[in-house]
């Protein structure tokens, strides 16, 4: 919670890191990203990206694995590779979605190394993406009619969605017509 003196310590802390520019370097170019990291690349992609509502959801958060060879010259001695997180994200009222690369040193927009935009695939589903799901089917007429009927006797407020999402992991056909 943001309200633990914890979680505001730690967010106070990322916010002077990021008012002067500082990253602070992790002990292993392999380690999870730290919440400085997520905060700088968001902050990246929202300066970078151009969106007509200016509604940005991110899906997928995570640190590119380094090139296996700078991998072992770290390991061996030699400097660490630059630490580079990708971001998928999506701009829902545009119906668009991207994957962007970015470095965590550098400053503002310029740090994105890379954005391309996902076309006909469909980033993973989120939480929110579960949530709206749900209102959009308690919301429906339809569904709302379906429930009054004798057999069911009850409103939409009892109603319990439960999405599940599928994704292509590569290895097979996928058929963006059924999704």
């Known amino acids: 919670s943001l309200s633990s003196p914890f979680s505001f310590s730690l967010l106070y802390l990322a916010a002077q890191a990021l ?15 730290r919440e400085e990291e997520v905060v700088v690349a968001t902050r990246a992609v ?10 940005i959801r991110f899906n997928v958060i995570d ?8 991998l072992i010259e770290y390991e061996n001695g030699g400097p ?15 119906g668009r979605s991207f994957c962007a690369k970015v470095l ?21 589903l989120t939480p929110d993406d579960c949530l709206l799901a749900e209102e959009i089917v308690k919301r429906d007429p339809k569904v709302k009619a379906i429930l009054m009927e004798d057999r ?3 409103d939409a407020s009892s109603l319990q969605c439960d999405p599940w999402s599928i994704h292509c992991t590569g290895s097979e056909p996928f058929d963006a017509s059924k999704r």
Do not use: C, F, N, W
Request: charged share 25%.
């Open 80 to 94: 660490a590779p630059p630490r580079v997180i990708a971001v998928t994200y999506q701009l829902p009222r545009e």
């Open 19 to 33: 008012r002067y520019g500082i990253v602070m370097g992790s002990s292993h170019p392999l380690d999870p990203l």
């Open 152 to 154: 069911y006797r009850a």
């Open 104 to 124: 965590t040193d550098g400053g503002g927009p310029e740090r994105i190394l890379e954005r391309r935009e996902l076309g006909s695939h469909q980033p993973l």
């Open 63 to 70: 640190v590119v694995e380094p090139p296996k060879e700078s």
């Open 46 to 55: 929202r300066e970078g990206t151009a969106s007509s509502e200016g509604l």
